[in-house]
C-alpha cells in the first residue's frame, strides 16, 4: 500500500492545476449573441429613389414584384436550365479549391447573361455584379465544392468522378445561384443598388470564405446571406433563426512524446499512454466543470492512437478530435484549454506535447445571424411564400465557414427544405445517400433574387 500517496498525489495533481487555473483565469461566461453583435443600420431606407427612367416602375399593385420574379423563376425554359446545371455540376463533382470545371460552368452562364464577374479569386473563385455599380452592395453566396464521399444513389445523373459527391447540395447552390443570376439581370432595372454573387470554393476544406475576404470579395458590401439546403424541411420551406445558428468549429491533434522501453523495465521508459490516458480524462471537465450549463458546447476526443506491440513502452501517443461552441467567446477559451489540459497533463507524466488546431484548414467562428439580416429573410419568405414555407430552426452544433463573413459584416444564413418523402430525399447532407427535390430549384433562385432585391428597395 506504500505507492498509494504517491498515486493519489499524482492524480491529485492534475486536479489542482486545473482548480487553480479556473480560478485564476477568467472563465467568464460569456455573452450569448441571441440578440446579433453587429451593430447595423438595416436594409437601407430610401424614398423616392427612382430617377428618370422610370417606365420600368411597377405599375398597377404593390405586390408585382413577387408575381414577377416568381413568373421569371417558374418559365419552363428556366426550370430546365437550373435543373440541367445542377444536373451536370453533379455528374462532376470537384473537391475544395479544385473547382475548374465547375467555374467554367458559372463563367460561361455569366458570360451568356452578359454579367461581369471577377475571376479568379481565392484561386477558383468567381465574384459577379449585377445592378447600378454604385451603393448600397449587397452579396450573395454560393459554395461550390464536393465532398471525398462515393455516391450510393442510383440516378440517371450520378457522379461519374469515384470516390467524389455533392453530397452536401453545392451543386444545388451554384445552380440556385445563376437561377437568381438570371431573374436579377432580367429585373436590373429594379435594383436599387449592386448585387454581388460570390461563388466560393473550399466550403467543405480549406475556408474558402476566408479566402474570398482576404482577395476582396466583400469590399463595399454592406450585408451577405446565403441559402444551404436541407433534409430537414420539405421542398422550398425556408428556416432561419437569429443569433448563433452553427456552432464554432475546431479540430485538435496532439502527439504525446516520452521514451520507449520495454515495459517489463517502466523506470526506463517515459509512458505518453499513461499521459494520453490522464489527457483524455481531463480533457472531459472542461465542458464539465468549467463551462456555464447554459452555454452549449462540446469538447469531443475521437482518436487515439500509441504503440503497436504489447510487448514495447511507445515513444509516441497521438490523441485528437474536435470542439464547438455558440460564442466566439467561448469557442477560443476551449483552444485554448484544449491545449493547457493535453501539455501540463503531459508534463505531469514527464512527457512533452504539441497541439495541432489546424487553424489554416479546419477553424470555423460560430455562424451568428445578424438580427435585422434575419428579420429581412423572414420577411422575405413571408412575403414571396406564404407563412406557412416558413419556420424558425433550432440551433445545431454544425459549423459552416459562411461564419467569417458573419464575423465581418452584418450577415444571415438559412435553409432551403429539400424533404420529399415520396422521392426518397430523406437523407442528411454528409450521407452518401444524400439528394435533393429539384424542384427547389427554381423557388431557391427566385428567392436569392427576392432577398437582394429587396434588401437594396430597403424593403422586406
Ligand atoms: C438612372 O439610373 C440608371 C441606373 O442607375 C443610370 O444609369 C441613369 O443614368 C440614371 N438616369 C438619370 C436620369 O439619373
Ligand atoms: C473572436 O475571438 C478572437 C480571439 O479572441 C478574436 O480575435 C476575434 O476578433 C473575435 N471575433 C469576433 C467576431 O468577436
Ligand atoms: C414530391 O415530389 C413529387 C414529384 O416531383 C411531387 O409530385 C410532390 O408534390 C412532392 N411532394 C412534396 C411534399 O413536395
Known amino acids: 500500500?506504500?505507492?498509494?500517496?504517491?498515486?493519489?498525489?499524482?492524480?491529485?495533481?492534475?486536479?489542482?492545476?486545473?482548480?487553480?487555473?479556473?480560478?485564476?483565469?477568467?472563465?467568464?461566461?460569456?455573452?450569448?449573441?441571441?440578440?446579433?453583435?453587429?451593430?447595423?443600420?438595416?436594409?437601407?431606407?430610401?424614398?423616392?429613389?427612382?430617377?428618370?427612367?422610370?417606365?420600368?416602375?411597377?405599375?398597377?399593385?404593390?405586390?408585382?414584384?413577387?408575381?414577377?420574379?416568381?413568373r421569371l423563376a417558374r418559365m419552363p425554359e428556366a426550370v430546365e436550365s437550373v435543373k440541367g446545371l445542377r444536373r451536370r455540376i453533379h455528374e462532376h463533382p470537384e473537391l475544395a479549391y479544385e473547382e475548374v470545371e465547375t467555374?467554367?460552368?458559372?463563367?460561361?452562364?455569366?458570360?451568356?447573361?452578359?454579367?461581369?464577374?471577377?475571376?479568379?479569386?481565392?484561386?477558383?473563385?468567381?465574384?459577379?455584379?449585377?445592378g447600378t455599380g454604385g451603393p448600397p452592395v449587397v452579396a450573395l453566396r454560393?459554395?461550390?465544392?464536393?465532398?471525398?464521399?462515393?455516391?450510393?444513389?442510383?440516378?440517371?445523373?450520378?457522379?461519374?468522378?469515384?470516390?467524389?459527391?455533392?453530397?452536401?447540395?453545392?451543386?444545388?447552390?451554384?445552380?440556385?445561384?445563376?437561377?437568381?443570376?438570371?431573374?436579377?439581370?432580367?429585373?436590373?432595372?429594379?435594383?436599387?443598388?449592386?448585387?454581388?454573387?460570390?461563388?466560393q470554393p473550399a466550403e467543405e476544406a480549406g475556408i474558402g470564405a476566408r479566402k474570398m475576404i482576404e482577395e476582396g470579395a466583400l469590399e463595399d458590401v454592406e450585408a451577405i446571406f446565403a441559402a444551404h439546403v436541407s433534409h430537414q424541411h420539405p421542398t422550398s420551406v425556408i428556416g432561419s433563426n437569429v443569433g448563433p445558428l452553427l456552432a464554432g468549429c475546431g479540430f485538435f491533434k496532439a502527439e504525446i512524446r516520452g521514451r520507449q522501453?520495454?515495459?517489463?523495465?517502466?523506470?526506463?521508459?517515459?509512458?505518453?499512454?499513461?499521459?494520453?490516458?490522464?489527457?483524455?480524462i481531463s480533457l472531459q471537465n472542461i465542458v464539465s466543470r468549467e463551462s456555464n450549463p447554459l452555454d452549449s458546447q462540446v469538447v469531443s476526443v475521437?482518436?487515439?492512437?500509441?504503440?503497436?506491440?504489447?510487448d514495447m513502452v511507445p515513444e509516441i501517443a497521438i490523441l485528437g478530435g474536435t470542439f464547438r461552441a455558440f460564442?466566439?467567446?467561448?469557442?477560443?477559451?476551449?483552444?485554448?484549454?484544449?491545449?493547457?489540459?493535453?501539455?501540463?497533463?503531459?508534463?505531469?507524466?514527464?512527457c512533452t506535447a504539441s497541439v495541432n488546431f489546424f487553424e489554416k484548414e479546419r477553424f470555423y467562428p460560430?455562424?451568428?445571424?445578424?438580427?435585422?439580416?434575419?428579420?429581412?429573410?423572414?420577411?422575405v419568405a413571408i412575403g414571396l411564400l406564404g407563412s406557412k414555407n416558413y419556420r424558425l430552426v433550432p440551433q445545431v452544433m454544425g459549423?459552416?465557414?459562411?461564419?467569417?463573413?458573419?464575423?465581418?459584416?452584418?450577415?444571415?444564413?438559412?435553409?432551403?427544405?429539400?424533404?420529399?418523402?415520396?422521392?426518397?430525399?430523406?437523407?442528411?447532407?454528409?450521407?452518401?445517400?444524400?439528394?435533393?427535390?429539384?424542384?427547389?430549384?427554381?423557388?431557391?433562385a427566385a428567392f436569392h433574387a427576392a432577398i437582394a432585391e429587396r434588401y437594396l428597395s430597403g424593403l422586406g
Open 1 to 70: 500500500m506504500a505507492g498509494l500517496p504517491g498515486k493519489v498525489l499524482i492524480f491529485l495533481l492534475p486536479s489542482v492545476l486545473l482548480i487553480w487555473k479556473a480560478g485564476a483565469g477568467e472563465l467568464e461566461i460569456d455573452e450569448l449573441r441571441i440578440g446579433g453583435v453587429l451593430q447595423v443600420s438595416g436594409p437601407p431606407r430610401r424614398a423616392g429613389e427612382a430617377n428618370g427612367s422610370s417606365s420600368w416602375l411597377p405599375k398597377g399593385k404593390k405586390e408585382d414584384w413577387k408575381e414577377e420574379i416568381l
Open 103 to 130: 467555374g467554367k460552368l458559372i463563367k460561361q452562364e455569366l458570360d451568356s447573361l452578359g454579367i461581369e464577374y471577377r475571376f479568379p479569386l481565392a484561386r477558383t473563385g468567381i465574384l459577379a455584379t449585377i
Open 142 to 199: 454560393a459554395d461550390m465544392d464536393a465532398l471525398p464521399i462515393q455516391e450510393a444513389v442510383e440516378w440517371k445523373h450520378k457522379s461519374k468522378v469515384p470516390g467524389t459527391m455533392h453530397a452536401c447540395g453545392h451543386d444545388a447552390h451554384v445552380a440556385m445561384l445563376i437561377g437568381a443570376a438570371k431573374i436579377l439581370k432580367a429585373r436590373e432595372d429594379h435594383l436599387k443598388g449592386t448585387v454581388k454573387l460570390l461563388f
Open 261 to 280: 522501453s520495454s515495459p517489463e523495465y517502466p523506470h526506463n521508459s517515459i509512458d505518453p499512454i499513461v499521459a494520453a490516458a490522464a489527457a483524455v
Open 302 to 310: 475521437a482518436a487515439v492512437n500509441g504503440g503497436n506491440s504489447l
Open 327 to 350: 460564442s466566439n467567446a467561448t469557442f477560443h477559451k476551449l483552444r485554448e484549454r484544449i491545449e493547457e489540459v493535453i501539455m501540463m497533463q503531459s508534463n505531469v507524466y514527464r
Open 366 to 379: 460560430p455562424m451568428v445571424n445578424d438580427e435585422t439580416m434575419y428579420e429581412h429573410v423572414k420577411n
Open 399 to 444: 459549423a459552416e465557414d459562411f461564419s467569417f463573413y458573419s464575423e465581418i459584416i452584418p450577415a444571415a444564413f438559412y435553409y432551403i427544405g429539400v424533404r420529399n418523402e415520396s422521392l426518397g430525399s430523406i437523407h442528411t447532407v454528409h450521407s452518401p445517400h444524400f439528394m435533393i427535390d429539384e424542384d427547389v430549384l427554381p423557388v431557391g
